[in-house]
């Protein structure tokens, strides 16, 4: 079946060069164009499409308001602006109901680069609920503490970029909504950072306050809504991932910005735990207790209950959000990295091992399965005597940060 795109742009000499730059996709794609959104909206409302490409300023319905319908009628749809507008304000408003801003002039092949992400990312989901409910997504909640510290933080008269950067950088749900941002060209920045703490740098402080405390990018989480899900727990283990995974790739001598990139990955891996509790919250329970009674790991019983992992969920938010490709990959297979077709070292390969040795090294809970190390796969990668190294470096820092909090 071929996937079903929807170009809507007020102007024509647009549309008829973006039909003859996609001349060559009528194979693969079936393509419509539109120029009023509101016929736009009723096409939506009418029939299904897999992305929609939307402008921004349009006179009949500027582009924010049309994709926030288009997201109410279609939320499965994969939401892109490509637009030559710099209106901070309206941008503003496109930065929760799109998934990707990319600038005009726009060159064929990264628009169809993003697409064809996009759309083999979900590939993996066989219940259609959780892949829309994925491409819905505008936000995830934060864990209430941090959520609290930055907002009193950029509530200040002078508020630090320091410490707003370092509270999102301890955030799951903030790290990865800032990341969107800066891997996006929403404010005309378009670039791979190395940490969270460096795209707020990059967007500054007056954006940064905008997008919390009017746009309302990060939200937090409400624990009598998820009261089966600990929250805590789950930013512990991804906090430490992300600091052993940064270890590790630190051991294997890569450079600065490569060892932050597997933080990043270790931070984000389980971000699709958070997804899957948040959005299905008596599903997952079932999951939990599952993994509880001994049926299996939680990787195990999400396949078994939703026919995905929170890693291909994860995946696939990120995807969309446009996070770099290496640390989609690691998010994507941290459980299963002998099935991605790069040996050799990876954020992939830092991010499983330091998966499996911070359960090791840190017990949460008992009554849950650890997923094993996949030995085959260190194997071929030529790296299954580094592992007592990586494990003897991973034990000190797990030591020393107990200590540390036992300080405080």
């Known amino acids: 079946m071929k996937t079903r795109i929807l170009f809507v742009d007020d102007e024509p000499n647009v549309l008829s060069a973006l039909r ?7 194979g693969e794609w079936d393509m419509g164009f539109v120029s009023d959104p509101r016929e736009a909206l009723r096409r939506i409302a009418d029939q299904h499409y897999d992305v929609v490409v939307a402008d921004m300023r349009m006179p009949a319905m ?16 994969i939401r892109i602006v490509l637009s030559g507008h710099s209106d901070r304000d309206m941008i503003m408003q496109t930065v929760r109901p799109a998934h990707q801003f990319l600038p005009k002039p726009c060159q064929p092949d990264e628009l169809k680069a993003v697409i064809a992400r996009g759309l083999s990312l979900r590939e993996v989901f066989l219940d259609e ?21 930055l907002v009193n933080e950029l509530a200040k008269p002078n508020p630090s970029i320091k410490v707003v950067g370092g509270l999102i950088s301890q955030d799951v749900g903030m790290a ?13 920045l378009r670039t791979h950072v190395s940490s969270p703490s460096h795209a707020v740098n990059l967007l500054g402080l007056e954006i940064v306050k905008a997008l919390v405390l009017t746009v309302g990018l990060f939200d937090c989480f409400d624990k009598a809504v998820f009261h089966n ?3 805590e727990k789950l930013w512990r283990h991804s906090m430490s991932t992300g600091r052993l995974a940064r270890e590790i790739a630190c051991l294997e001598g890569l450079s600065g910005p490569d060892q932050e990139q597997c933080c990043i990955a270790g931070l984000l891996h389980d971000v699709g735990k958070l997804v899957m509790a948040t959005n299905f919250p008596d599903t997952y329970s079932q999951v939990i207790i599952g993994s509880q ?12 209950i939703f026919g995905a992992s929170h890693a291909e969920v994860g995946a696939y938010l990120l995807g969309l959000w446009g996070v770099d490709d290496a640390v989609v990959r690691a998010v994507s297979r941290h459980h299963e990295p002998g099935r991605d077709r790069h040996a050799g070292f990876s954020p992939l390969t830092a991010v499983h091992v330091a998966n499996r ?3 090791e090294l840190i017990v949460f809970s008992t009554s849950h399965a650890i997923n094993p190390l ?17 494990r003897e470096a991973c034990q000190k820092l797990v030591t020393e940060a107990k200590e540390a909090d036992e300080d405080d």
């Open 229 to 231: 899900f600990e929250l």
């Open 357 to 359: 040795l911070d359960h």
């Open 293 to 304: 009674q001994g049926q299996g790991t939680v990787f195990d019983m999400e396949c078994q």
């Open 176 to 188: 990865a909504g800032i990341l969107k941002l800066v891997n996006s060209a929403f404010f005309g």
């Open 374 to 390: 996949d030995e085959l796969y260190l194997a071929a990668s030529g790296l299954t005597d580094r592992l007592p190294v990586w």
């Open 129 to 149: 609920r959780v892949k829309n409910v994925v491409a819905d997504i505008d936000h995830l909640p934060t864990v209430p503490r941090l959520y609290t510290a």
């Open 62 to 77: 500027d582009g924010a308001i049309f994709l926030r319908e288009a997201q109410i009628i279609s939320p499965g749809t």
């Open 20 to 26: 003859r730059m996609f001349h060559d996709m009528r």
